[in-house]
């Protein structure tokens, strides 16, 4: 049984409308001195196997498919 982890972000140049409230909205609370904030998802997946070759081909097709929009979007996937 193998865990992985999927990062996606926006690729840089991608405008990024809810990172930039967020932004806004941790100065409002006081934390002063972040710039450039960038928002993402991250999912956790258990995968029924041992074969750590075969899971990362499946989870890049997993990006490639759904978890990502690839066009606007980079992805980053760490198994364990």
Same mark, same amino acid.
């Given at each position: 049984?193998?865990?992985? #982890?999927? &990062?996606? +972000?926006? *690729? !840089?140049?991608? %405008?990024?409308? @809810? /990172? *930039?409230? &967020?932004? /806004?909205?941790?100065?409002?609370?006081?934390?002063?001195?972040?710039?450039?904030? #960038?928002? /993402?998802?991250?999912?956790?997946? @258990?995968?029924? +196997?041992?074969? #750590?070759?075969?899971?990362? +081909? @499946? %989870?890049?097709?997993?990006?490639?498919?759904?978890?990502? !929009? +690839?066009? $606007?979007?980079?992805? $980053?996937? !760490?198994?364990?």
């Amino acid at each position: 049984m193998l865990k992985a #982890r999927v &990062i996606v +972000t926006l *690729k !840089n140049g991608v %405008l990024d409308p @809810q /990172g *930039k409230a &967020i932004e /806004g909205a941790l100065g409002g609370l006081g934390f002063e001195g972040v710039d450039h904030v #960038r928002q /993402g998802k991250v999912f956790d997946l @258990q995968l029924d +196997t041992e074969d #750590r070759a075969a899971a990362e +081909t @499946q %989870l890049k097709a997993m990006c490639e498919k759904l978890l990502a !929009n +690839t066009v $606007i979007e980079d992805y $980053i996937i !760490n198994v364990t």
